[in-house]
T-cell receptor, first 110, second 111 residues
Framework: DVKVTQSSRYLVKRTGEKVFLECVQD?????MFWYRQDPGLGLRLIYF???????EKGDIPEGYSVSREKKERFSLILESASTNQTSMYLC?????????FGPGTRLTVT | DQQVKQNSPSLSVQEGRISILNCDYT??????FLWYKKYPAEGPTFLIS?????DKNEDGRFTVFLNKSAKHLSLHIVPSQPGDSAVYFC??????????FGKGTSLLVTP
């Protein structure tokens, strides 16, 4: 079974803090993704990576950056957290069409 | 501009009846369509997919129908069970890996 894990299920941070969200997959997948899910807006793609050290912007990359130093790990960074980044963050990985998701991190920025 | 649309935010169905969730898309280049199911506080889980060259795919109680001329797909759940209550996301993909998601439909199956 594919396993995608995320470092925290719940996180509370203050405005202006730097926030790291970590994602690890154990299936040697090349492609990894970060989404955020908000009520009424569905899943929106923030960034994705198709190889180590490679990254591509998704639909809403502003305020975020990513890092992929190893194939199994994809990190999402909020350089200076803001209240409008309060959301559920979902990581996914894929080799083919189907994406496997982690359990999500509920981030609250106060 | 949203390329995958789920126009019904919610749906309520009685246990044992059929649930039909709908999805429309605008991009004729999509080559696969997928349905995901999501419970609160969990990540989405893959349910079923269909290639753009097919018009139907079935897996147990779940069937997806694709109407390319109408750019429309639907997910049928028969019979519906209370455990099917969740948010269902329609997604479409082209160029290999870039999934486009709809906004989701919340399904409630009542006993």
């Amino acid at each position: 079974d594919v396993k995608v894990t995320q470092s925290s299920r719940y996180l509370v941070k203050r405005t202006g803090e730097k926030v790291f969200l970590e994602c690890v997959q154990d299936m040697d997948h090349e492609n990894m993704f970060w989404y955020r899910q908000d009520p009424g807006l569905g899943l929106r793609l923030i960034y994705f990576s198709y190889d180590v050290k490679m990254k591509e912007k998704g639909d809403i990359p502003e305020g975020y950056s990513v890092s992929r130093e190893k194939k199994e790990r994809f990190s999402l960074i909020l350089e200076s957290a803001s209240t409008n980044q309060t959301s559920m963050y979902l990581c996914a990985s894929t080799f083919g069409i189907e994406q496997y998701f982690g359990p999500g991190t509920r981030l609250t920025v106060t | 501009d949203q390329q995958v649309k789920q126009n019904s935010p919610s749906l309520s169905v009685q246990e044992g009846r059929i649930s039909i969730l709908n999805c429309d898309y605008t991009n004729s280049m999509f080559d696969y369509f997928l349905w995901y199911k999501k419970y609160p506080a969990e990540g989405p889980t893959f349910l079923i997919s269909i290639s753009s060259i097919k018009d139907k795919n079935e897996d147990g109680r779940f069937t997806v129908f694709l109407n390319k001329s109408a750019k429309h797909l639907s997910l049928h759940i028969v019979p519906s069970q209370p455990g099917d209550s969740a948010v269902y996301f329609c997604a479409a993909v082209y160029s290999g890996y870039a999934l486009n998601f709809g906004k989701g439909t919340s399904l409630l199956v009542t006993p």
